[in-house]
């Protein structure tokens, strides 16, 4: 007998399928870091899905570039027969592999090279260690996405900081200097100029609400070596 109501239900379950199988495609390509964010459904499924996914990448890169180059080789020996003596028996001579050269350093038929290779690679490395080697563009798409939020997020931040308070101890000999946000740079080898005196970093901490590091500043020795240097002005 038929029920409606099965059916009914049995469609979100399908669409939650048909989700996750989508998600781990697109992990399949994706860069461990991304993988750690958003777990794969299966890691079999992921692994499959690589060794696929990588065999279809190099046929459909291969095939596109083998069809690109007839229809650049057949313009090209149509463009040269008049003055070349192209007959059939210089049709895989000098001429072929001087076009077929000339067809391989354009930027499409290297990016269609690197496809192949890539497919080539991740198919095998699927099959052999079970690994989902990421590609290369989604790779670097995401470093860039990264970097790029990670910048936004620093220049917000330090819009939003509060200014470095500079405190100052036996007659200026010592600065305790409270920042809102690190300064990695600081450490034992640079040399800071504050106010047309010149100091070095003697011990760091982690601060307390709102400053997130504190930092202990001596005068430098005028004998001392500089490895790097900052002028740094303090807040009004």
């Known amino acids: 007998m038929y029920q409606p109501d099965a059916e009914y239900n049995e469609t979100p379950h399908?669409?939650?399928i048909v989700k996750s199988l989508l998600r781990d495609i697109v992990l399949s390509y994706a860069p461990e870091e991304l993988r750690r964010l958003f777990p794969p459904a299966s890691t079999e499924r992921?692994?499959?899905i690589a060794l696929a996914g990588g065999l279809l990448q190099f046929l459909i890169a291969l095939v596109w570039l083998l069809v690109r180059a007839q229809k650049f080789m057949t313009f090209q020996y149509a463009?040269?027969?008049p003055v070349l003596p192209l007959d059939e028996n210089l049709?895989?001579?000098?001429p072929f592999f001087i076009f077929f050269l000339s067809y391989l350093l354009y930027p499409t038929?290297?990016?269609?090279?690197?496809?192949?290779g890539e497919g080539v690679v991740r198919w095998l490395l699927a099959f052999l260690t079970g690994e989902a080697l990421p590609s290369g563009p989604v790779t670097l798409g995401w470093r860039a996405?990264?970097?790029?939020?990670?910048?936004?997020?620093e220049k917000i931040r330090q819009e939003t900081a509060l200014?470095?308070?500079?405190?100052?101890f036996e007659n200026g000999d010592r600065l305790l200097i409270s920042c809102s946000f690190p300064r990695p740079h600081w450490n034992?080898?640079?040399t800071i100029c504050i106010r047309g005196e010149n100091y070095e970093v003697e011990k760091s901490r982690p601060g307390m609400a709102p400053y997130a590091c504190l930092y202990v500043l001596r005068k430098a020795s005028p004998l001392k070596i500089r490895r790097g240097f900052e002028i740094y002005e303090p807040s009004p």
């Open 14 to 16: 399908k669409v939650t």
């Open 46 to 48: 992921l692994r499959i």
């Open 79 to 81: 463009r040269w027969s």
């Open 91 to 94: 049709l895989l001579g000098v």
């Open 109 to 116: 038929s290297l990016v269609l090279v690197y496809f192949i």
């Open 145 to 153: 996405f990264r970097g790029f939020h990670r910048r936004r997020e």
């Open 163 to 168: 200014p470095d308070k500079v405190e100052s």
């Open 188 to 190: 034992a080898s640079i």
